[in-house]
């Protein structure tokens, strides 16, 4: 991927949900909505303060994050879909 997020922006990729069937019935994809979970794959410098000096950023590439329904920017990258989003959308971080 040749993408660097810059500042407090992180880029992730969502984590699909494995299919379920309820009583034999199959949902559509266009349907489904999409999965509020991913992982995370590039990460910023950090959050610039008011006196110039860097916040460091918490997240760190390979975090699996959750994030609301209607965080960050979808983008597509070599044919693969990603989202850029600030650091403090992210709603917390799953236990490995």
């Given at each position: 991927m040749n993408?660097?997020?810059?500042?407090?922006r992180i880029v992730v990729k969502r984590i699909e949900e494995k299919e379920t069937?309820?009583?034999g019935i199959i949902i559509p994809d266009s349907a489904k909505e999409k999965p509020q979970e991913g992982e995370v794959v590039a990460v910023g410098n950090g959050k610039r303060l008011?006196?110039?000096k860097i916040a460091p950023m918490?997240?760190?590439a390979g975090d699996r994050i959750l994030f609301g329904k209607y965080s960050g920017s979808?983008?597509?990258v070599d044919g693969i879909e990603y989202m850029i989003m600030r650091e403090?959308?992210?709603l917390?971080?799953?236990a490995k």
């Open positions: 993408i660097r997020p810059l500042h407090d069937v309820m009583n008011d006196d110039g918490e997240l760190k979808e983008i597509k403090d959308e992210v917390g971080v799953l």
